[in-house]
């Protein structure tokens, strides 16, 4: 068995190849540069907004045509936030509930994806390099994991367009504020 020094390492060393193959998968990587350097957390693009709805507080309501994730704060108002949607053929309708949530998650791309993409790595480690970014919120239907997140990214600039394969992303600032005020088996209705 290897020492806890040596695990460390080892463990490092498949956290910055898992990194790696994402990154030169995505594009992020520099000719000779290495790893690229660490990504933005991203600004916020959240807005306190009027929103009328018969949900209660607490609830998300997230409007794909908007690009947008509202959370209800109170009757009439909410925090509105920018996010981005599924891509033509991985959008989806619904209502859903908050699972669980997970500070720097790791990831592992569904079977599905790995298929569709197959120099992706099974698993990516938690940090600033993963795709789910600095928050998760795991998104469930009848207790059953949907497979869909709502969280944030490494690319600041991937915010505000139809290009997920399902999930909704948010910056890194924004998934951090959502993700204080939200509650494990929060109301997601998805419209």
């Known amino acids: 068995m290897p020492s806890a020094r040596r695990f460390a390492a080892m463990h490092l060393a498949g956290a910055c190849l898992a990194g790696l193959v994402l990154v030169s998968a995505c594009g992020l990587a520099e000719a000779g540069s290495g790893l690229p350097p660490l990504p933005a957390m991203g600004p916020s693009l959240r807005k ?18 908007e ?8 009757q009439g108002h909410a925090l509105r936030y920018q996010i981005s949607v599924g891509r033509d053929g991985f959008g989806w309708t619904g209502t859903v509930k908050i699972a669980s949530k997970t500070e720097w998650p790791e990831w592992r791309p569904p079977k599905e994806m790995r298929a569709r993409q197959p120099e992706l790595p099974a698993m990516v480690p938690a940090g600033p390099y993963n795709p789910l970014g600095a928050r998760a ?17 490494n690319d600041p600039k ?3 367009f139809d290009g997920t394969s399902g999930c909704f992303r948010l910056t890194n600032t924004d998934v951090i504020d959502l993700f ?12």
């Open 158 to 160: 991937g915010v505000g």
């Open 48 to 65: 306190a907004v009027a929103f009328e709805t018969g949900e209660q507080p607490g609830t998300i309501i997230i409007r794909k045509n």
């Open 67 to 74: 690009k947008a994730l509202y959370l209800v704060t109170a």
């Open 180 to 191: 204080k005020r939200v509650a494990v088996g929060a109301k997601v209705v998805v419209e």
């Open 137 to 153: 919120l795991y998104l469930s239907r009848d207790g059953r994991d949907t497979l869909y997140r709502i969280h944030g990214t």
